[in-house]
């Protein structure tokens, strides 16, 4: 069983910063695409960046120019580097991955999420 376990989230003000950590443990031949969700109250779970194996990335339109998206590879990890954050950003944060467990087996996995509260 692969596990993904979040890390970073917090209470910031209004223009201030947090990056995100996800990292992967368990049985891994090797991550695909990587990728951060959000969801909050009376909202429908959305994409906010995502990343390949071979590093392309995709970023909702909402958090372009302010949040960064980039994995280690070595450290089966995936980073959210969050500026400029606004009282929209306030969600819980999932972590998501394409985990290869072995050749030709390729599972989706979610963590159990980290709560970012971004204050006026």
């Known amino acids: 069983q692969v596990q993904l376990v979040e890390s970073g989230g917090g209470l910031v003000q209004a223009g201030g910063s947090l990056r995100l950590s996800c990292a992967a443990s368990?049985?891994?031949?090797?991550?695909?695409?990587m990728g951060w969700y959000r969801q909050a109250p009376g909202k429908q779970r959305e994409l906010v960046a995502a990343?390949?194996?071979?590093?392309?990335?995709t970023y909702a339109d909402s958090v372009k120019g302010r949040f960064t998206i980039s994995r280690d590879n070595a450290k089966n990890t995936v980073y959210l580097q969050m500026n400029s954050l606004k009282p929209e950003d306030t969600s819980v944060y999932y972590c998501?991955?394409?985990?290869?467990?072995?050749?030709?087996?390729?599972?989706?996995?979610w963590g159990q999420g980290t709560q970012v509260t971004v204050s006026s």
């Open positions: 998501h991955s394409y985990v290869v467990v072995s050749r030709g087996y390729e599972y989706s996995y």
């Open positions: 990343i390949t194996s071979g590093g392309t990335t």
């Open positions: 368990g049985s891994i031949f090797s991550i695909n695409r």
